[in-house]
């Protein structure tokens, strides 16, 4: 590997107006939202509400924008017939008042649950109050009626409203105006409000950008097309869930299951909230869990059954959901698909089982103004994207990863006659990897592993380290393993093209002016380089093979390889969907799996303790070698951008403030399994900006590398540079619009 051929972008960067706050987690696409859970007092909406207001206060001093209570909050779940009583209807509307009014000075969105008076029957509802109004009421669509439930005894469902309902009347709770509704007083003298009411409703927050949120209560999320389903479809980011579910033995990983999955197919984030504490233990106990998913991962979640208040308070990414949503095609189609017309019918549905028939209420700017200050980011961001904190996710990837890499070059192998594979080792991680993945494969097909041809390359700066290791794992592994010095070669080479190097290893005299160093240029290295992948071609012509290449998608995203005659290119590129941070931990796996024997062992773990360098030039003074990282940035770094940029496309300002989440400090959080100790280092804001920078002009002026990159197989669904897969672009774009947004919107230190 060497350095790009071209390592500059444009640098007209325009001077502007910072876009957004840097350390605010609105500003950066996030929203804070709390899913909540506390002691009931059965038919009591007074106290209830009290409650629930003062934890919505403290909440709200937290930065909290929405905030979730269970399900029948205000009178508890388990009471039964009381539910009919007028007393303590007329209790709940005097409660929800009490609500109303307090919520003019809270910050959060309050989901909140009662039962309502509609007509002759009564619903069990979920009340989104707001800004001192109540924003909507959303019935519960799905009475459980089965087991321990009797809910139809008292409710009626939510997606079987009268004919034209689209409101409901709250007498004695005074709204203000509504966008949405109309406000009337049933009796002279006493206020009523007409909010909107249905399960079909969407409340867009206007200023938190993205955040567009639907509720559903209990039930709902247990059936097999949940209304939360269709409303993810028709624009919600965040499904609320407000439950009065009572525990039994495994009830709460199914909950667990089904709000993970609700998530990854909404590709949004779902907020549950049950009950808990105070409920009736007449027939049944509760549990309290509270916990928030998003697109399938768990953001967080309180112990069970606690004794007082719990709540998950975690920052969803808004952003980040649109942003998978944009990139999923498939999510737009299904919701169009059902949206269109049944057949033979006139026209679509008009309930909440059609997206394009969700309402939308507005919650202004002016009415909930999210803090733009530093809150910090109440979720983990993990330092490596590519590589699993948790040990046995950790170790279930390297299996899938490894095994998809072997199962790629068996197949490739297979479809073009079983040649043999030349590869060039050099004592590094990548030829390493992909000799492993080789010998590997040469089992799988009942072939001897001296079928692989190992061949190692000496030049200018091969250490006497890496040229031992690359043997031993050669030989260790039963593979035909060959040396091939390419220094006369190349030193040939430098002086028939006239390049200073050549008189200067000839006669050993330095042209006036030049010192030794200033001949270890870029030609000076891909001579090295491309002769190494020349020999490697006509070896592989020669002897019935194919040259694997060795290159991974980090070096690929950055550019570091040779272009054309180099090592950018071979027959198959196997690592090419394996990022370096990925690599170390796939050969540690390897190792602990004992897929080879103990002296491969040892020698895969000597390699891994070696300094990532091409070895191209010459150490300096002091024996310094060439060192890669210095050069192009800490691969830790490089792979968290490259993340976020392949996954997601996210701006430059957005990625240095995860990273500073992230990297700013080496005593919080998580580190992968097996990580060495002097790799858990911390990165301060200026060192995050720097390389940032960097990898942005090196991924621009690098493309047309990957433009013309072989075949090889995709791996980590953080994506792949492929472009016949997961990237495509203009070789000739430019990354002025990205460094002058990360001028504008990244603080130098």
């Not at 299996?399 to 297979?414: C, F, K, M, P």
């Not at 590869?423 to 991680?429: H, R």
């Not at 103990?598 to 150490?619: M, N």
Request: a negative charge.
């Amino acid at each position: 590997m060497t350095k790009a051929v071209n390592d500059t972008a444009t640098d007209a960067v325009t001077d502007a107006m910072t876009d957004i706050e840097f350390h605010s987690a609105y500003d950066q696409g996030f929203a804070r939202v709390a899913a909540v859970t506390l002691p009931v007092v059965p038919v009591d909406p007074a106290a209830n509400a009290a409650a629930i207001i003062e934890q919505a206060r403290s909440l709200g001093d937290d930065g909290v924008c929405l905030a979730a209570f269970p399900e029948l909050c205000l009178t508890g779940y388990a009471i039964d017939d009381l539910l009919l009583s007028d007393v303590l209807l007329s209790d709940v509307l005097a409660a929800i008042e009490t609500l109303r009014a307090a919520s003019t000075d809270l910050l959060p969105a309050l989901v909140v649950g009662a039962p309502l008076r509609l007509g002759d029957r009564l619903y069990n509802c979920a009340l989104v109050i707001q800004g001192g109004r109540v924003r909507g009421v959303a019935p519960k669509s799905y009475l459980p009626t089965y087991r321990e439930f009797y809910e139809k005894r008292h409710f009626a469902p939510g997606d079987a409203l009268p004919a034209g309902v689209e409101t409901i009347e709250l007498p004695g709770v005074c709204n203000g105006s509504n966008d949405s509704g109309s406000d009337a007083a049933a009796v002279p003298g006493r206020p009523a409000s007409r909010v909107p009411f249905g399960p079909n409703l969407l409340f867009e927050v206007d200023d938190v950008p993205g955040l567009t949120f639907h509720v559903e209560v209990c039930e709902d999320m247990w059936v097999p097309v949940p209304p939360s389903s269709l409303a993810a479809l028709a624009g919600a980011t965040v499904l609320v869930n407000i439950s009065g579910s009572p525990i039994t033995v495994g009830r709460a990983e199914d909950r667990e299951l089904l709000a993970r999955s609700s998530s990854a197919r909404g590709l949004a984030a779902y907020v549950y909230a049950a009950a808990g504490q105070g409920e009736s233990s007449t027939d049944l106990a509760w549990d309290g869990q509270t916990l928030v998913y998003e697109n399938g991962e768990l953001l967080g979640s309180t112990e069970r059954f606690p004794d007082g208040p719990r709540a998950t308070v975690v920052d969803v990414d808004v952003e980040g959901m649109h942003a998978e949503r944009l990139r999923q095609g498939t999510f737009a189609d299904n919701a169009r698909t059902l949206s269109s017309s049944v057949a033979g019918s006139p026209a679509a549905a008009t309930t909440f089982t059609d997206p394009a028939a969700f309402r939308r209420i507005r919650i202004g700017g002016a009415e909930l103004t999210a803090p733009r200050t530093d809150i910090g980011l109440r979720r983990r961001v993990d330092r490596f994207p590519f590589v699993p904190d948790d040990p046995a996710r950790l170790a279930q990837d390297c299996y899938e990863a490894y095994n998809i890499q072997v199962a790629a070059l068996v197949q490739r192998l297979g479809a073009i006659g079983n040649p043999k594979i030349v590869i060039g080792v050099s004592g590094g991680l990548d030829s390493t990897h992909a000799l492993i993945v080789a010998a590997r494969a040469m089992d799988r097909l009942g072939r001897p592993r001296s079928d692989i041809h190992a061949i190692t390359m000496p030049g200018f700066a091969t250490s006497a380290g890496t040229r031992r290791n690359a043997e031993d794992l050669a030989v260790g592994l039963g593979c035909t393993f060959e040396e091939l010095d390419i220094r006369a070669t190349a030193t040939q080479m430098l002086t028939e093209m006239g390049h200073p190097y050549g008189e200067y290893a000839r006669t050993g005299d330095l042209p006036d002016g030049i010192s030794e160093r200033d001949l270890y240029d870029v030609t000076f290295e891909n001579v090295q380089a491309g002769l190494r992948t020349d020999f490697l071609f006509r070896i592989a012509n020669h002897r019935g093979g194919i040259v694997l290449g060795t290159g991974d998608l980090s070096e690929l995203a950055l550019g570091w390889c040779t272009f054309g005659v180099g090592d950018q290119m071979a027959h198959y590129g196997v690592n090419a969907g394996i990022p370096k941070t990925l690599i170390q931990h796939l050969i540690r796996w390897v190792v602990a799996e004992r897929l080879f024997d103990d002296i491969v062992g040892r020698t895969l773990l000597s390699i891994l303790d070696t300094e990532i360098s091409p070895e191209l030039v010459p150490a300096g003074a002091g024996g310094a070698i060439q060192s890669t990282q210095a050069k192009i940035g800490p691969y830790a770094l490089q792979d968290f951008t490259l993340w976020h940029v392949l996954r997601r496309g996210a701006r430059p300002s957005r990625i240095a403030f995860l990273a500073h989440q992230a990297w700013s400090d080496a005593t919080a959080g998580d580190w992968p399994e097996g990580l060495p100790q002097a790799e858990r280092v911390a990165y301060d804001l200026s060192e995050i900006r720097h390389w940032l920078e960097l990898f942005h002009r090196r991924f621009f002026t690098n493309q047309f590398k990957r433009s013309t990159l072989p075949n090889g197989p995709k791996v980590v669904a953080g994506g792949s540079l492929s472009p016949r897969g997961d990237w495509r672009m203009p070789s000739d774009a430019a990354a002025t619009a990205w460094l002058a947004e990360l001028e504008r919107n990244v603080p130098s230190t």
